[in-house]
């Protein structure tokens, strides 16, 4: 079984604090992916990696960063905390192709995400 | 601009009834459209997908319809049932024949489904 994991199910922190989300798979998956979730706005992109030290952005990265140093782990990182960012935040990966074999239709796998709290 | 439109924001259903949650998207380069189930305190975790080669495609209790000229597609789930109760996240992806994948999934809002005895 894939297995996601995230390093905290629940954060509190203080604005303008640097905060560090870390996720790691177990699947040797290429694809990384954190979303934040947010009530009556579903799941959003914020960044997403395709190999290790390749970043993308997503549709919301404006107050985020994230590295990649090595395959498995995939960080997210909140330079500044602000009150704003209160979230739900989810990590997921995927492999390069689905079952298929075709690009597009990988399966993401979610891990049991971080509820941060900025106070 | 939202790619993918989803309703209802939350439906209530008795057991053994038909829960019905309908999509619609914009972006006629989508061609591979799952849906998501997500229980409280849990990630989503994928139910069911549907390429648009196909009208309908059924696993279990659970079927998606898919109209391509309409560019929409819905989740059916028969005998609903307590258990079902969850966030249901319909999403889309394009490049799933291309080989121009993009890998990033475009996702509904969310319903937030109550199945009640």
């Known amino acids: 079984d894939v297995k996601v994991t995230q390093s905290s199910r629940y954060l509190v922190k203080r604005t303008g604090e640097k905060v560090f989300l870390e996720c790691v798979q177990d699947?040797?998956?290429?694809?990384m992916f954190w979303y934040r979730q947010d009530p009556g706005l579903g799941l959003r992109l914020i960044y997403f990696?395709?190999?290790?030290?390749?970043?993308e952005k997503g549709d919301i990265p404006e107050g985020y960063s994230v590295s990649r140093e090595k395959k498995e782990r995939f960080s997210l990182i909140l330079e500044s905390a602000s009150t704003n960012q209160t979230s739900m935040y989810l990590c997921?990966?995927?492999?390069?192709?689905?079952?298929?074999?075709?690009?597009?239709?990988?399966?993401?796998?979610f891990g049991p995400g971080t509820r941060l709290l900025v106070l | 601009q939202q790619q993918v439109k989803q309703s209802p924001q939350s439906l209530i259903v008795q057991k053994g009834g038909i829960s019905i949650i309908n999509c619609a998207y914009e972006?006629?380069?989508?061609?591979?459209f799952p849906w998501y189930q997500q229980f409280p305190g849990k990630g989503p975790a994928l139910l069911i997908a549907?390429?648009?080669?196909?009208s309908e495609k059924k696993e279990g209790r659970f079927t998606i319809s898919f109209n391509k000229s309409a560019k929409q597609f819905s989740l059916h789930i028969m005998d609903s049932q307590p258990g079902d109760s969850a966030t249901y996240f319909c999403?889309?992806?394009?490049?799933?024949?291309?080989?121009?994948?993009?890998?990033?999934?475009?996702f509904g809002k969310g319903t937030k489904l109550s199945v009640i005895p």
């Open positions: 997921a990966s995927s492999c390069l192709t689905g079952t298929s074999g075709r690009i597009g239709q990988e399966t993401q796998y």
């Open positions: 699947m040797d998956h290429e694809n």
């Open positions: 990696s395709y190999d290790v030290k390749m970043k």
């Open positions: 972006n006629t380069a989508f061609d591979y």
């Open positions: 549907i390429r648009p080669d196909v």
């Open positions: 999403a889309a992806s394009k490049g799933a024949y291309s080989g121009a994948g993009s890998y990033q999934l475009t």
